[in-house]
C-alpha cells in the first residue's frame, strides 16, 4: 500500500519563527488533506490540497503530485500552534480511504 | 454545514467486556465513514472504512468490527476487549474535497 512520511518527526520552535514540515507519499493521489491535532486530541482540517498552493492566515501548503509530496508553511509561530500536524492522502487505487502520514510533533516555546 | 458526533469522551471498561462506539453526521449524505485509532504519542490507524449502508472494509486484523446500519450512522464493536485495545478511537467522515473528524473517544481497558 502507499507510505506517507512526514519530516521532520520532532520539531522545537521560538515564538516567532518559521518552520516548513513536509509530507512526502509513495504513490499517486486524489485527495491530499492536512490535519493539527490540538494537545486535546481534536484533529482540526487545515486545507484541502490536492494540487497547487493555498493559503490561510500564517498557514500555507504546497502540493507537487507530479513530484509526490506536499509542503506546509507556518510563519510567526504562536504557542497555539504547538501539537501534531498530519498530512493524509487517498490513493487513486480507488478505496476511498485516507491513510494519515507518520505526523510532525511541534512545540512552540515562548 | 457537516457534522460529526461521537460519543463517549471517555471510557473506562474490564478485559473481556463489550464494547460499543457510535458514530453520527449531520448535513451530508452518502458519505464515507472511517474509524481510526491512535495508540499513546503516536500515529492514527485506519481500522474500518465504509462507502455505503452494510459495506465494511477492514484493514487490520483484529479484536474489534464495525458495522453501518443507517447511512449516517457507524457502529464500533467489540465482544470482549483486550488490554491491546486501548487507545484513542476516533471517527470520520468523507465527502469528495474535505475529511472532518469526530472528537475521539479515550478508551482504557483495565
Known amino acids: 500500500g502507499i507510505q506517507v512520511e512526514q519530516s521532520p518527526p520532532d520539531l522545537i520552535l521560538q515564538e516567532g519563527a518559521n518552520s516548513t514540515l513536509r509530507c512526502n507519499f509513495s504513490d499517486s493521489v486524489n485527495n491530499l488533506q492536512w490535519f493539527h491535532q490540538n494537545p486535546w486530541g481534536q484533529l482540526i482540517n487545515l486545507f484541502y490540497i490536492p494540487s497547487g498552493t493555498k493559503q490561510n492566515g500564517r498557514l500555507s501548503a504546497t502540493t507537487v503530485a507530479t513530484e509526490r509530496y506536499s509542503l506546509l508553511y507556518i510563519s510567526s509561530s504562536q504557542t497555539t500552534d504547538s501539537g501534531v500536524y498530519f498530512c493524509a492522502v487517498e490513493p487513486t487505487s480507488g478505496t476511498y480511504k485516507y491513510i494519515f502520514g507518520t505526523g510532525t510533533r511541534l512545540k512552540v516555546l515562548a | 454545514s457537516q457534522t460529526i458526533h461521537q460519543w463517549p469522551a471517555t471510557l473506562v471498561q474490564p478485559v473481556g467486556s463489550p464494547l460499543s462506539l457510535e458514530c453520527t453526521v449531520e448535513?451530508?449524505?452518502?458519505?464515507?465513514l472511517y474509524w481510526y485509532r491512535q495508540a499513546a504519542g503516536r500515529g492514527l490507524q485506519l481500522l474500518f472504512y465504509?462507502?455505503?449502508?452494510?459495506?465494511i472494509s477492514s484493514e487490520v486484523p483484529q479484536n474489534l468490527s464495525a458495522s453501518r446500519p443507517q447511512d449516517r450512522q457507524f457502529i464500533l464493536s467489540s465482544k470482549k476487549l483486550l488490554l491491546s485495545d486501548s487507545g484513542f478511537y476516533l471517527c470520520?467522515?468523507?465527502?469528495?474535497?474535505?475529511?472532518?473528524f469526530g472528537s475521539g473517544t479515550r478508551l482504557t481497558v483495565v
Open positions: 470520520a467522515w468523507s465527502a469528495r474535497d474535505r475529511a472532518s
Open positions: 465504509s462507502v455505503g449502508i452494510g459495506q
Open positions: 448535513g451530508t449524505s452518502n458519505p464515507n
